[in-house]
T-cell receptor, first 113, second 111 residues
């Protein structure tokens, strides 16, 4: 069964600290993996995309890693800011066509001053 | 927001009444989706469309119907709303190896 699991479910960190969010998937075939950020009351917005051949990709203070062999990805946030408080959703794309997106349930990150 | 507009943004309705949510896109994208988001479940696919008049069911389609008479509009209808359909509904475009762009969401409360 195609599944995407994220951990932890929620996380509270102090402003300025780093954190790492995890995503494990069993989706096959695999085309790419995206991390989305969802602010409260808004729709998800893509942070990074990683294809099969990519191991690491950065977007500012966000760094995503992908191990396609173990089917694991992580999102590392450096020097967290209050504005990083949001839900982070891992989405795996099987490839061409419609109905090919598999969503994790997200990690709720709260950054406190 | 990639040219996706959902309406209404908020709605309160009574059990048993019909409700229609609208998604409008200006990106001319072929694929459109309706999801619901509930605590502990993440985003779950209700219905999707792969072209005008071409739609298919997702994993939680019971109690919902959709229509797509134009490329830009994708309507989600709750024929007879129930309290279990209280949720936040998101429309999205994309797929087919492209990024999925989401609307701002519609918060629906069925009382």
């Amino acid at each position: 069964k195609n599944q995407v699991e994220q951990s932890p479910q929620s996380l509270i960190i102090l402003e300025g600290k780093n954190c790492t969010l995890q995503c494990n998937y069993t989706v096959s075939p695999f085309s790419n993996l995206r991390w989305y950020k969802q602010d409260t009351g808004r729709g998800p917005v893509s942070l990074t995309i990683m294809t099969f051949s990519e191991n690491t990709k950065s977007n500012g203070r966000y760094t995503a890693t992908l191990d396609a062999d173990t089917k694991q990805s992580s999102l590392h946030i450096t020097a967290s800011q209050l504005s990083d408080s949001a839900s982070y959703i891992c989405v795996v794309n099987q490839g061409t066509g419609a109905n090919n997106l598999f969503f994790g349930t997200g990690t709720r990150l709260t950054v406190i001053p | 927001d990639a040219g996706i507009t959902q309406s209404p943004r908020h709605k309160v309705t009574e059990t048993g009444t019909p409700v229609t949510l609208r998604c409008h896109q200006t990106e001319n994208h072929r694929y459109m989706y309706w999801y619901r988001q509930d605590p502990g479940h993440g985003l779950r696919l209700i219905h999707y469309s792969y072209g005008v008049k071409d739609t298919d069911k997702g994993e939680v389609s019971d109690g919902y119907s959709v229509s797509r008479s134009k490329t830009e509009d994708f309507l989600l209808t709750l024929e007879s709303a129930t309290s279990s359909q209280t949720s936040v509904y998101f429309c999205a475009i994309g797929g087919d190896n492209t990024e999925a762009f989401f609307g701002q969401g519609t918060r629906l409360t069925v009382v």
